[in-house]
């Protein structure tokens, strides 16, 4: 997997697609009503639904971290790092040698949604509609640009300081591996709800460990987990900070 993700960097920065490379994943939701006609969702997954609205609006610190310790399980508590920004999240970051960054695993803390066999077309397209509906009410994209901006300011700032050819692509390189060690929690929220509908669906208990799993991701962000960051030493956390945009008052 790593060796894919380094010839998939390569071949990004040569085709001048770095920009995106190490980014967070993001499906736009087009501007119709993407919510559930017809047959309803699992109580369950209606829910995460309900409480998707709400989620990340306030940091329950102390929650966050019994969730990061609960799955790290037998692997031993990690050294949790909190930042308030993206941007000193990304400064933070920078303290690692390109060297360095290259060779940290691929992002692989949070349990990554099973893979389920679904019965149909339909059951597949209804899955993709929930996966969409849950990004928007998550507001994915609008998290996304925000983890996405210190990146981009990073490579702009090597460009128009006009460095060396070298110096650029190393910037470039440096702000795409942090990408890989990065996981945006709003986006993996909405890829958990997704996957409690179709393990759901599949016959899986509520109880199920893999349906347990995807809850503490969602949780994670409820709680006010906007991104983390996989260093050997520790794990970087953000608190989500999730301001509505202003009401014009008339």
Not at 56 to 62: A, I, K, M, N
Not at 96 to 121: C, G, K
Not at 186 to 204: F, K, N, T, W, Y
């Amino acid at each position: 997997m790593d060796i894919g993700r380094r010839e998939l960097l390569v071949g990004a920065v040569t085709l001048g697609l770095s920009a995106t490379v190490g980014s967070p994943v993001v499906i736009s939701a087009v501007n119709e009503d993407l919510a559930p006609s017809g047959r309803p969702w699992h109580p369950l997954t209606q829910s995460l639904l309900d409480r998707a609205g709400r989620a990340g609006q306030q940091l329950d610190r102390s929650r966050v971290e019994s969730i990061v310790h609960e799955l790290a399980g037998e692997h031993g508590r990690p050294v949790i790092k909190w930042m308030d920004t993206p941007g000193r999240a990304f400064e933070h970051l920078l303290r690692f040698p390109l060297d360095e960054l290259a060779q940290m695993p691929t992002a692989q803390f949070w349990p990554f949604p099973p893979f389920v066999s679904v019965a149909n077309e339909g059951a597949e397209k209804r899955s993709v509609e929930l996966y969409l509906h849950a990004t928007r009410v998550l507001r994915v994209e609008e998290h996304g640009r925000a983890l996405l901006a210190p990146k981009l300011s990073y490579k702009a700032r090597a460009i128009a300081s006009q460095s060396r050819p070298e110096s650029i692509l190393e910037a470039r390189s440096v702000a795409a591996e942090i990408g890989w060690i990065e996981t945006s929690l709003p986006g993996a929220a909405a890829g958990a709800i997704r996957a409690v509908e179709d393990l759901l669906s599949a016959g899986q208990a509520e109880s199920s460990m893999e349906i347990c799993h995807q809850l503490s991701v969602f949780e994670a962000f409820e709680r006010g987990l906007l991104a983390t960051w996989e260093t050997p030493g520790e794990l970087v956390c953000l608190a989500a900070n999730c301001p509505r945009p202003s009401q014009s008052r008339g």
